[in-house]
């Protein structure tokens, strides 16, 4: 196992006032260890508090490991939940032990030349995926999430967790809108729920409804941050490319970019919903105004950052998201490290003052 890289905070004579933050963390299968790496270096700063964090999917996952963790041990207990989250996802992929010598190795789905050879096998897993439900081809309802969960997973601490505030998000079935799983009532199934693939596991179900990924809706959502916790900065931790630079042109390339594009459909929405809301609220800044009300009062004094995966990410494909091996997970959590600690250098002195990501434009995009 390689060594994380080491810490490079911010000096005594740099460091920012103590800053309320809320973490927005998308979702995006084992993609979602970059997320990991972003927290894990992130919670290394003792200024920076975390005020708030909605997940959906992979970082709904990571909200209640940090949560768990926090209530456990503070800081360095949320890291090492994390840590122990994502050990166990590898440990649960048929390749872990392979991966453990070097002759092994060589059989990984790590290396170039077993990827090809897979390629035709990953194809026809596909075609059948396509042509049965998980009804058919889990007819147990099997998830290995749910495990991993319960094991490393205090529930019961993440309920009373007073250190943050969680927001999840899941996808009715039945009506296709946004649910939101809030944190005195988070369950195993809520977050299962929130990382449900229809084709590839079965509706969870809550109280009697069907949810499907949160994804589908809010990915993540970011109105209960702004409307619920009493931080102006929020970050958004966004691991689904937003933009590829070559055109898809074989079917599985296709495939993978519909998916990126439609996971990132909910959030790109729901920004530009903000910007508009921004907009209007400049042009009725009045005290008498039906806009003073305290929402709009929040939407205007918010200060977006953003966090995006896309330089290190768009290496990887989309499928790539099902590769769950330890040393691919650890280079994710490597880059997702790297990533922070290069926003942090350039963004700390901002937060409380400005945001620093531009809305996407309401009006004419």
Known sequence: MSASPKPTRTTSASKPTKRHIDLALQGGGSHG???WGVLDRLLEEEWLEIAGISGTSAGAMNAVALAAGLMEGGREGARACLRRFWQSVAESSPFHHLESNPVGALLGPGNPWMQALMA?????????GSQLSPY????????????????????????????????????????????????????ADMVLASACLPLMFQAVEVNGEAY???????????????????????????????????????????LDRA????????????????????????????PDSAYSRP??????????????????????????KTQTGWAFLEQLHDLGRKAANN???????????????????????
């Open 120 to 128: 035709p096998f990953q194809q026809y897993a596909q075609f059948v």
């Open 259 to 286: 998916s990126e594009v439609t996971f990132n459909a909910s959030l790109l929405k729901e920004l530009r919903t903000i910007g508009l809301l921004k907009e209007v609220l400049r042009e009725a800044n009045r």
């Open 295 to 320: 929402l709009f009062k929040r939407v205007d004094d918010l200060r977006l950052h953003r966090l995006d995966a896309d330089d290190e990410l768009s290496q990887f494909n989309a499928s790539s």
């Open 33 to 35: 260890a970059f997320t």
């Open 212 to 254: 499907w990924d949160g994804g589908y809706a809010g990915n993540p959502a970011l109105m209960p941050l702004i409307s619920e916790t009493d931080a102006d900065d929020l970050l958004l931790v966004q691991i689904n490319p937003s933009h590829r630079g070559d055109l898809p042109t074989s079917a599985a390339d296709i």
């Open 136 to 187: 058919q081809l889990n007819p147990l309802n099997l998830n290995p999430l749910r495990k991993i969960l319960e094991d490393t997973v205090d529930f019961e601490r993440v309920r009373h967790c007073d250190r943050t505030h969680l927001f999840i998000a899941a996808t009715h079935v039945a009506t296709g809108e946004l649910r939101i799983f809030r944190q005195d009532q988070l369950t």
């Open 343 to 365: 926003w942090l250098k350039e963004n700390s002195k901002h937060l409380g003052k400005r945001s620093t990501y531009a809305l996407p434009d309401a009006l004419t995009r």
